[in-house]
């Protein structure tokens, strides 16, 4: 354990930041924020990943992480900053992390809570290559005014079909933050995603 980085620099205010950063993302749907992330998270754990974990994930919110599937020091990090449970597959886990975007488990398998208690439902954090460059997709619901687009790389190709299935659950479903280096931005359930010009 002493080998670890640390989490944040200022736990209590960096926490504030980061969720008042979250609330925003989840309020304005496809918007690409920064929070404060940690100094030095390792790797494959993204700076923006990272600082949700720290935030959102506790001893009382089970997570699945892909990158357990290689061990190192991502999953320790996790398991001391954020003294949360992992669980062994990802339709037992509240949060669900995706290091590597190929390994992301289908949405279907994922809890969707139910519809008289959808807050039970999964969020999905995945890793892309870029927000702000690649593929267009477009969103509309609540939070967007009209419609608006979101350039995203390295999504997998399946990501936007699942995405609406999942809309056809609301008020279920399971909601989504994508996360590109520092940079992230959020998909409720509640939005509807196509590519652009589909």
């Keep these: 354990m002493r080998g670890l980085s640390p989490g944040f620099a200022a736990p209590v205010r960096d926490s504030q930041a980061v969720f008042r950063a979250l609330l925003d993302a989840m309020a304005r749907p496809g918007t690409i924020v920064v929070p404060r992330a940690p100094p030095a998270p390792p790797s494959p754990l993204p700076p923006a990943m990272a600082a949700v974990a720290l935030v959102l994930v506790d001893r009382d919110t089970p997570l699945w992480i892909d990158a357990e599937q290689d061990g190192g020091e991502a999953v320790e990090w996790i398991r001391f900053h954020c003294g949360c449970r992992l669980v062994p597959q990802p339709e037992e ?89 520092e940079r992230l931005a959020a998909l409720p359930r509640s939005t509807a995603v196509v590519r652009q010009g589909s």
């Design 93 to 181: 886990a509240a949060f669900v992390f995706v290091t590597c975007p190929q390994r992301m488990p289908a949405h279907a398998r994922l809890r969707a809570g139910t519809d008289e208690y959808p807050d039970t439902s999964a969020t999905l954090v995945v890793s892309v290559d870029a927000l702000g460059s690649g593929e267009v997709l477009r969103l509309t619901g609540p939070g967007i005014d009209g419609a608006t687009t979101l350039r995203v790389g390295g999504l997998p190709d399946r990501f936007v079909a699942e995405r609406a299935e999942n809309h056809r659950l609301v008020p279920r479903g399971v909601d989504a933050i994508l996360v590109a280096g």
